[in-house]
């Protein structure tokens, strides 16, 4: 069964510190992939997908990923984190053909000063 | 030059009632869905509409009804609502592969 999973509830950081948010996926395709970020009370705002090529893709806010298929996993990262970053994160995979998401359980991130 | 708007953005309501959310996208997307987002911020796809085509219930309680006036629009109409409906209700819309989200609904019945 396609699945997404995040196996860090809760991570703290302290701002300037880098960040990593750990992603692993489950499906039998090559996987589209995605990070949404939730700040509180917002919607879901995308940072940055992966369909195919390059492995390391670049998105909004200083954020990249990397897909690794040996691994499935997409991970997030950035270099240095800065207090507006504290929010929910949420990795995706596409169900193609069905055309929906399948997200994972999400990240909460602080960020201590 | 919102690109997913919903409204309301909040609805307190008592168990029993029927409500309706609405979404409109002007993004020029054929493809609208809802999903919820439940106490413990956990997702899950709701339905999706094609050109104002059902295309996928995620056996979804039939108190759930979405209505898709055309392809801008996608309502949800509850009805007879129970507590356990209580959750953020997202909407998003896409052409292709990419899905945009609106700001959610914020629902408590009580």
């Known amino acids: 069964a396609q699945s997404v999973t995040q196996p860090d509830i809760h991570i703290t950081v302290s701002e300037g510190a880098s960040l990593e948010l750990r992603c692993n996926y489950s499906y039998g395709a090559t996987p589209y992939l995605f990070w949404y970020v939730q700040s509180p009370g917002q919607g879901l705002q995308l940072l940055l997908k992966y369909f195919s090529g390059d492995t390391l893709v670049q998105g909004i806010k200083g954020f990249e990923a990397e897909f690794k298929r040996s691994q499935s996993s997409f991970n997030l990262r950035k270099p240095s984190v800065h207090w507006s970053d504290a929010a929910e994160y949420f990795c995706a995979v596409l169900i193609q053909g069905a055309q929906k998401l399948v997200f994972g359980q999400g990240t909460r991130l602080t960020i201590n000063p | 030059d919102t690109a997913v708007s919903q409204t309301p953005k909040y609805l307190v309501t008592q168990m029993g009632n029927d409500k309706s959310i609405k979404c409109e996208q002007n993004?020029?997307?054929?493809?609208m869905y809802w999903y919820k987002q439940d106490s413990k911020k956990f997702l899950k796809i709701m339905f999706s509409?094609?050109?104002?085509?059902?295309?996928i219930n995620e056996t979804v309680p039939n108190r759930f009804s979405p209505k898709s006036p055309d392809k801008a629009h996608l309502n949800l109409h509850i009805n007879s609502l129970e507590l356990g409906d209580s959750a953020v209700y997202f909407c998003?819309?896409?052409?292709?592969?990419?899905?945009?989200f609106g700001p959610g609904t914020r629902l408590l019945v009580l």
């Open positions: 509409y094609n050109n104002k085509e059902l295309i």
């Open positions: 993004l020029g997307h054929d493809t």
């Open positions: 998003a819309s896409s052409l292709k592969e990419t899905q945009y």
